[in-house]
């Protein structure tokens, strides 16, 4: 490869959630770009056949990011296996879709524990080593409902909310030591998460792939600039 066809040759990148949706397309065109990529998700199965179809250098880590201990252990073993860490993709996460009135204190948690405090557990481990490379690249994946909530969606809107506003904050704390933070904030995507998907009718959602795309020209932006925050929607949605 030629270094204009491998533009993230010699960078280390860990992406969340890396195994299906979202998460495996930014892995599949990091790694399609010459980065070294670990993908980190619960499942077992899913994450070794999703190594496999991104072949290279791919490193599957078996990690729940809600429980700290797991999302600081795939850090450092990312970091063990690529000589340190060039960029973080916090993309993992949940959606349980219910009135406030149904939902459990469970199903709150699981939601807020892991797309927010497992993105806190994975920068909080992640920082040191992005520091010794001399600066790098937080990525987090949002979404629209953190500013534009839905009935049903009271968890979710909150953890991505959230998200947002931790974003902001962690941008400005680390600016000056190289590491810049951004975030991404899709609409409509057709991945059917949370079984929110409209299947067989999504043909006007974004693709997975715009996501990663969005994500590849973050990381080739100038060093001077920081885009540190992406809004993303379908660019013909129906009419209402």
Known sequence: MSPSSAPLAGRAVIVTGGSRGIGFAIARTLTAAGASVAITGRDAAALEAARRELGGQTLALKADVQHESEAAQAVADAAGRFGGLDVLVNNAGVGLFAPVADMTGAQWRQVLDTNLSGVFYCCHAALPHLRRRGGGWIVNISSLAGKNGFPNGAAYCASKAGLNEF????????????????????GSVATGFGGRGDQGRADWKLSPDDVAQTVMDLLGHPDRSLPSRVELRPSRPPKK
Not at 176 to 181: A, K
């Open 167 to 186: 974003s902001e904050a962690l941008m400005q704390e680390v600016r000056h030591d190289n590491i810049r933070v951004a975030y991404v904030m899709p």
